[in-house]
């Protein structure tokens, strides 16, 4: 792996997520618990028309003296509900003891008949009194119920003359929070209703129960006169939470508020009534009997699928995979926007279920493995990324300007994916070394540092057009333009490049000249035609460059600098896009080795602008015609009377020219000669 940031290590992350969920760990399951609680506590509040709460509160306290009382008292209560048309009375208090104040009598015969439920509790202690109540099976739901050790019930007193007894135990989920209430628990072969259930049954008259298994376990639970209750496989409802129920206290003086209402009395004074914690919160225990009934009163039936964790799962899975392969290439705006928008859409959607359909959904388990299977993948690009960027300005760094580095580190692919394009190109090669060598004798580290100092001053002028140098071979240069980067006028650039590079050698030779040693000079030759351009080499060694045509020729140019005595050579297609912009010569027309047809040769000279200049120009104009004639003294003439023009840097060249007439005087040319030189060397 060249990175260990590679995009597959984001894979592997999802691989191992994947299969640590499938299990359904402590944490998958904590998480989706969570998750259910957040919907539930966004949930539309919903006050009781069905059950009132009657609060042994501390104004109780106050009226009636220390608890407990003597039981007579709450047969009084029980009495005045009575007269005052209560319906089903609920007292989840657990009277497992006889009344040290002697009241048990008067508290057996108000509950006598009078539609008054009392409690039991599972116990791992004590199993005495227990009030069980008889149910009837579709299969066998024994194996899925609850079950505790004992279960310590009221006295018999209260036991035989209460019209039910329900069980108050709650079933705490993993992290101690109730969501969901069984509706049955057993103890041995004993079957116990809970106190919700139990309410129901004494409310309609019914004897006994219903209960349906399957071979997943239990499905639902009935009482004969009142509607079937889905149940999961354990026999538990889930409980919506939503409810609100209007709070008295027992010091109420009007009774009639509870007229044709479920009255449910339960202490709430300090000290007296324990707390369980809700997803809304902490509440009284009594109020996990109010919500369970008013639940099972309104049908709100919450259902969690049996195969809603296996989608969850898969989808996760999915949405997974599908963050990954955006991360690869997309843009980081839409990484980062479906990253947001999966946990909005899941939570927006488990909402919708919920509120619509009663369908627990689980949007936590997708949404912790998209959000962190995506920043993973976003940062693993992101590290791609940087070092991709710090290994193309380690490359690029001393070969082009910080523009042109910038924009390859913003766009890697004009590097990586290779392009055809046309480019300006620019040879240079080192005039002089021989006699700058000698002067150095055996100081070769004197000798590199000019060297260096050399290969500094021509290259400043490359970086400051936005160049882009391709290679260094021993003092000589290559360099282009319009590639990697665009630039309109790359014929020009190519141009003014040149003559700032000889710019720069006429200044470092001012430096070294001063230090004693012998200047040095540089020939140059541009060209410009489409070029292949990309990184080239080996798998394990491999760099930026340029093939083609044009680039072959350029190369060739450069070579008649010396024997044309020119500084600056420049081919015919960088001439035509050029022309307006500088002063040209021109020089030959060239069939240079390897090639076919002849091309024309210029030379371009800075700061040749005034009126004498251009009359020169057309001198040397008249003696390439001359020469093409066949006139070759009238050729070496003009020759003569041009060689002190052009501040003198055409001298070399006209000697040169001179030299070739006379050369062709000697010659039986035909007449059609066309004035092409053929060239025998590269």
């Known amino acids: 792996m060249k990175y260990l940031t590679h995009w597959a ?63 007579t008292v709450l047969a ?8 005052s048309g209560a319906g089903v009375i609920v007292l989840p208090i657990l009277f497992s003891e006889e009344d040290r ?15 008054v439920i009392i409690a039991q509790v599972g116990t791992t202690q004590a199993n005495k009194n227990a009030v069980p109540r008889g149910v009837a099976k579709i299969g066998d739901p024994m194996p899925w119920l609850f079950e505790w050790p004992g279960m310590l019930g009221p006295i018999e007193l209260l036991g035989l003359n209460a019209d039910g007894v329900g069980v108050v135990n709650t ?25 919700a259930i139990e309410t129901i049954r004494v409310a309609v008259g019914d004897p006994s129960y219903q209960v349906k298994t399957q071979q997943g ?33 027992l010091t109420e003086k009007d009774y009639t508020v509870f007229a044709g209402k479920t009255v449910i009395i339960s202490p709430t004074a300090e000290g007296l009534n324990s707390i369980i914690a809700t997803p809304n919160g902490e509440r009284y225990s009594h109020m996990l009997t109010a919500t369970a009934l008013q639940t099972i009163i309104n049908g709100d039936t919450i259902v969690r699928m049996d195969y809603a964790t296996f989608l969850e799962w898969a989808t996760a899975i999915l949405l997974g995979l599908i963050i990954i392969l955006m991360a ?48 993973h993948a976003v940062f693993n690009r992101f590290a791609k990324e940087f070092f991709e960027k710090q290994a193309i300005k380690k490359q690029f760094a001393g070969y082009a300007s910080p523009t042109v580095v910038r924009l390859l580190q913003e766009n890697p692919a004009l590097i990586k994916e290779g392009m055809k394009k046309e480019v300006s190109i620019l040879f240079s090669d080192l005039r002089g070394f021989t006699p700058l060598g000698e002067s150095f004798g055996d100081d070769v580290k004197g000798l590199t540092k000019i060297m260096n100092g050399y290969m500094d001053a021509i290259t ?90 044009a680039v072959s020729t350029a190369a060739r140019i450069e070579s008649k600098c010396k024997e044309y005595g020119c500084l600056l050579l420049v081919g015919d297609a960088t001439y035509q896009q050029t022309k307006d912009d500088f002063f040209y010569l021109k020089v030959d027309e060239l069939q240079v080795k390897g090639k076919s047809v002849g091309i024309v040769i210029w030379t371009v000279l800075d700061g040749m602008n005034n009126n004498s200049d251009r009359k020169s120009q057309k001198m040397h104009q008249d003696m390439h015609e001359a020469y093409r004639a066949q006139k070759f003294d009238e050729a070496i003439w003009i020759c003569e009377k041009l060689m002190r023009h052009f501040d003198g840097k055409m001298e070399g060249y006209y000697k040169m020219w001179i030299e070739r ?4 005087k000697t010659q039986d040319l035909p007449k059609d000669w066309n004035g092409i030189m053929i060239a025998t060397s590269k």
Not at 42 to 68: C, F, H, N, R
Not at 661 to 664: G, K, L, M, R
């Open 661 to 664: 007439c006379e050369f062709q």
């Open 76 to 83: 009084d209560i029980i009495w005045k509900l009575r007269e």
């Open 171 to 195: 079933v705490p989920e993993i992290d101690g929070v109730v969501r969901r209430m069984p509706l049955i628990l057993r103890v041995g072969d004993e079957t116990y209703p809970a106190m």
């Open 328 to 375: 690869l290439k997309t843009p980081y705006w839409l990484v980062g926007a479906v990253v947001v928008a999966v946990p909005a859409g899941a939570m927006y959607g488990a909402y919708y279920a919920f509120t619509k359909h009663l369908q627990l959904w689980d949007w936590s388990w997708p949404v912790f493995v998209v959000v962190l299977v995506g920043f």
């Open 101 to 115: 104040l002697g009241g048990d009598m008067d508290l057996a015969q108000a509950i006598a008949g009078n539609a």
């Open 9 to 71: 290590t984001a894979l592997l992350t999802l691989a191992v997520l994947t299969i640590y969920g499938y299990s359904d760990p402590y944490v998958k399951q904590l998480l989706r618990l969570k998750s259910f609680d957040v919907i539930q506590q966004y949930d539309t509040p919903v006050l009781s028309e069905d059950i009132a709460i009657l609060e042994i509160d501390e104004k109780s306290m106050e009226q009636y003296g220390q608890w407990p009382w003597k039981r």
């Open 217 to 249: 376990g239990i499905t639902a639970m009935r009482i004969p006169k009142y509607a079937t209750i889905q149940t999961d496989a354990n026999g538990r409802i889930w409980l919506r939470w939503n409810k609100e129920f209007e709070t008295y206290s």
């Open 460 to 549: 400043q002028p490359v970086l400051d057009a936005d160049g882009m140098i391709i290679k260094y071979i021993g003092d000589a240069s290559m360099h282009i333009h319009n590639a990697p980067i665009d630039d309109p006028e790359h014929p020009k650039t190519a141009v003014r490049t040149g003559l700032n590079m000889l710019t720069a050698v006429e200044k470092f030779n001012e430096k070294i000249t001063a230090e004693g040693r012998p200047p040095i000079g540089m020939g140059a030759g541009i060209n410009t035609g489409l070029g292949y351009l990309g990184e080239m080499g080996s798998t394990a060694r491999h760099s930026y460059d340029v093939l083609g045509d």
